[in-house]
Nanobody, 130 residues
Framework: QLQFVESGGGLVQPGGSLRLSCAAS????????IGWFRQAPGKEREGISC????????HYADSVKDRFTVSRDNAKRIVYLQMNSLKPEDTAVYYC???????????????????????WGQGTQVTVSP
């Protein structure tokens, strides 16, 4: 079964940094673009970033642009999300997933949509608070 295991979350003060990791379990990353999503309490899950198969193309939602950086190491089967200048509104459970369908190696031209991605992990909690 294809699944991700997310880690690296925690409690951090505003302005701080965290690096999330997303490790593939049971499959290789060699065929997929990977999306990062988050879900805040009481809100729907939103797509915030994507990295293409080769890493040559990335996408960021406006809410995280210039603060978050996505990267991947296909040999290690890990995708990373470096989060800097964290804000209280970044508090959420963070997930990664693989893109499905014909264009699965590429990122969509807009913010990732949950319906286009699969193989969700359990997520990792990020809390930004003084």
């Amino acid at each position: 079964q294809l699944q991700f295991v997310e880690s690296g979350g925690g409690l951090v003060q505003p302005g701080g940094s965290l690096r999330l990791s997303c490790a593939a379990s049971g499959f290789t990353l060699d065929y997929y673009a990977i999306g990062w999503f988050r879900q805040a309490p009481g809100k729907e899950r939103e797509g915030i970033s994507c990295i293409s198969l080769t890493g040559a193309n990335t996408h960021y939602a406006d809410s995280v642009k210039d603060r978050f950086t996505v990267s991947r190491d296909n040999a290690k089967r890990i995708v990373y999300l470096q989060m800097n200048s964290l804000k209280p509104e970044d508090t959420a459970v963070y997930y990664c997933a693989v893109r499905q369908g014909t264009f699965k190696t590429m990122c969509p031209p807009a913010d990732p949509r949950e319906a286009e991605f699969d193989s969700w992990g359990q997520g990792t909690q990020v809390t930004v608070s003084p």
